[in-house]
């Protein structure tokens, strides 16, 4: 198959959000011999750019974008994959790291932010919900991500975000990553009373945020 | 006859109950205690224990449907405020867990302090539709275990009505028996006398969370009535149809009905709900769109036919300010409900989707309650209101101010009376200052706010409830 034919086919994959397809034709893409990073540039990157605007345009709806991002993971993992094997480093791009914190089981807001994070070039590594800190810390000193998102939905999980930013300080972690809180009782005040970098109020408003922080 | 409103036949919500079961026979709900898993492994429910998940049997929710008593009173710190339910009309209640306050004074958007609990609930008591209080938002000034605790005691302290509140765990119940038995005298008077209740949140979708299960589920010694609900929202944490929304809903709550009996036989169970939608772009929840309204009216529907009493979302928005946004959606939230039959109606008083308690709004939304009232009363077509002598004597022309039915009639809950509408003509208007209905409310709140507290609490009882919010805030 020509190259210019699969690249086609990858960014409707994306597109259209279909994990499956995506993986699959990553591998194809691989097994002709393309470089992944020109699958990622040509191919995958095109379709999640394209998918992004249009939910700009209001054309595409939250559901859509999700799957796109979705699709996106699922082949970048594959091209990291190969990347690796190459002996490559990872595919570059700054890396956002999310959890909702420890005693709290709400996770679509987190998974939502997630979304529009991967949707805008970032490469995600979500710890899912109810993640103890000592793991986060584990993940951050393991990982080093760009960004730590820290989800809270309850009045009583808050106080997790704050536990979190202090066990970030006493490890010596705190200056070399910036952290952003959000979730429903979450506000500026609080995020400024606990020493995070940042506060965002919505999916959309937390893209715009994570590029600030790490101008 | 009356007004009644509807969004379900009797058969459509026979088909919600089927789906239900099918949802906890099939898929079942995760619970994160073992406890709770251990209870319905003994009831005969399969359990993995793995997964944390429990498939439940059809004859196991029909054995603990037919336990839950039907009716009960709500009762209140003053007594002539306990609350018959099911009740005769909608009443309302505010909401709680708000975090923020639009500042009285200032009309700035702040963190909740304790303060504002206690304003909200004097403002609350000088409403005669308000009848459950729920301590509307979580005070940041106080330690965050025990803000519970505090919000509750200090509602107690400002309101003689009925206290409605959450466990968030198992710890704050201690102090939940110590602020009641100072309040009522007696363990006995506790279960007795019901004047606190407690709002059980099931986690969308089909999950229960260990600490405010296991919490609930110790409360239920003291027989306090537990309002369950569920806040699944279509198309994010629930499916995206309203019809399989509220089917999960339901699926959650007939497996809250099977929990909280089986732990105690016999608790009074309040059917509640706050389904939602999502903005389909953002993902923001959304209290005051019209599939909100619709699926808690189906709710509202739901616990009627099982025959609970209903305390279910209403009168909410989404709306960041007080003005016709707001006023839209919480009419539109709360007429239905009212016309349904919901005892009582939970919402009043905050703007931003349930997160931002504001004063005056507590007011307005309690005049949008007693309007819906009085349409749900709808036109009383008995004899004597046919009024057929009135129209003789009066004939062709005329006018029937000064007939003694028209006197009468004014003066009875045939016509409503505003307390906050603005109806004076234009010149009157303009030379009164020209006042719309939120200047209004805000004049009230002032009234309200400068008088002492209605109904105090003895002083040597106070001084107890005092030191029981001293030990919390030390303890928790």
Aim: aromatic content about 6%.
């Amino acid at each position: 198959m020509e190259p210019m034919e699969l690249f086609e086919i990858m960014r409707k994959a994306v597109l259209e959000g279909e994990e499956e397809e995506a993986v699959k034709w990553a591998n194809v893409a691989l097994e002709e011999g393309l470089h992944p990073q020109e699958i990622m540039d040509q191919g995958f990157l095109v379709g999640i750019r394209q998918a992004g605007e249009l939910y700009e345009q209001e054309e595409y709806f939250l559901p859509d974008l999700v799957c796109a991002a979705d699709a996106m993971k699922a082949a970048l993992e594959v091209l990291d994959h190969a990347l690796k094997k190459a002996g490559n480093k990872e595919a570059g791009g700054k890396t956002v790291m999310l959890a909702t914190v420890q005693g709290d089981v709400h996770d679509i807001g987190k998974t939502i932010v997630g979304a529009m994070l991967t949707a805008n070039g970032w490469n995600l590594v979500d710890l899912g919900q109810d993640v103890p800190n000592e793991e986060v810390i584990q993940a951050v000193e393991e990982k080093r991500p760009d960004i730590l998102g820290l989800s809270a939905l309850l009045t009583s999980t808050m106080e997790e975000q704050k536990e979190v930013i202090q066990m970030l300080q006493e490890k010596g972690l705190r200056s070399q990553i910036k952290v952003m809180v959000g979730g429903a009782p979450v506000n500026q005040e609080w995020a400024d009373r606990i020493g995070a970098d940042g506060y965002a109020e919505s999916a959309v408003s937390a893209v715009k945020l994570a590029q600030e922080l790490i101008k | 006859m009356n007004m009644f409103g509807s969004v379900m036949s009797n058969q459509e919500l026979d088909g919600i109950h089927k789906q239900s079961i099918s949802i906890l026979e099939e898929v079942g709900v995760r619970i994160r205690s073992e406890k709770a898993l251990g209870l319905l492994e003994n009831e005969g429910a399969q359990v993995d224990w793995q997964e944390q998940t429990v498939k439940i049997p059809r004859e196991l929710v029909e054995k603990y449907l037919k336990l839950c008593p039907k009716s009960f009173t709500l009762g209140a710190r003053v007594e002539k405020y306990n609350l018959d339910m099911p009740g005769r009309i909608s009443t309302i209640n505010l909401d709680g867990t708000g975090t923020r306050v639009r500042d009285f004074h200032t009309g700035q958007r702040r963190e909740a302090v304790l303060d504002d609990v206690a304003k909200a609930a004097r403002v609350f008591d000088a409403m005669e539709e308000g009848t459950v209080l729920w301590p509307p938002v979580v005070a940041h000034d106080v330690p965050v275990g025990a803000a519970g605790i505090l919000g509750a005691a200090t509602a107690f302290l400002h309101s003689g009505k009925h206290i409605q509140d959450e466990i968030k765990k198992e710890k704050e119940v201690y102090y939940v028996e110590q602020l009641l038995t100072a309040m009522t005298g007696s363990l006995d008077e506790v279960v007795r006398r019901k004047i606190y209740s407690a709002t059980y949140c099931t986690v969308a979708p089909l999950s229960h969370d260990k600490e405010m299960l296991e919490g609930t589920m110790a409360l239920t010694r003291l027989k306090a009535p537990i309002l369950m609900y569920p806040m699944p929202a279509s198309g994010s944490t629930g499916p995206a149809s309203l019809y399989a929304n509220i089917a999960l809903a339901n699926a959650e709550i007939l497996s809250s009905i099977v929990i909280f009996q089986a732990t105690t036989p016999g608790t009074p169970l309040i059917y509640g709900a706050a389904l939602g939608a999502i903005d389909r772009r953002s993902g923001a929840y959304l209290e005051g769109s019209v599939e909100t309204a619709l699926q808690l009216t189906a709710m509202t529907q739901m616990g009627k036919y099982y025959g609970f009493p209903t305390i279910v979302a209403g009168c909410l928005t989404d709306a960041h300010e007080m003005g016709f946004q707001a006023a839209m959606e919480k009419t539109l939230t709360c007429l239905p409900l009212v016309l349904a039959g919901c005892d009582v109606v939970q919402g009043a008083g905050f703007l931003e989707s349930s997160m931002t308690l504001c004063l005056e709004q507590i007011l307005l939304d309690g005049e949008i309650l007693k309007c819906c009232q009085r349409m749900a009363r709808g036109v009383d077509t008995s004899s004597e209101k046919a009024l057929m002598e009135e129209i003789g004597r009066v004939g062709p022309g005329g006018h029937f101010l000064k007939e003694k039915s028209t006197k009468a009639l004014f003066r009875s809950d045939e016509y409503f009376s505003p307390s906050l509408s603005v109806r004076e003509p234009y010149e009157s208007w303009v030379s009164l200052g020209s006042p719309d209905m939120i200047r209004q409310g805000r004049a009230q709140v002032e009234k309200i706010l400068e008088k002492e507290i209605t109904h105090p609490i003895p002083e040597r009882t106070e001084k107890v409830i005092r030191e029981i919010m001293e030990e919390a805030g030390r303890e928790l």
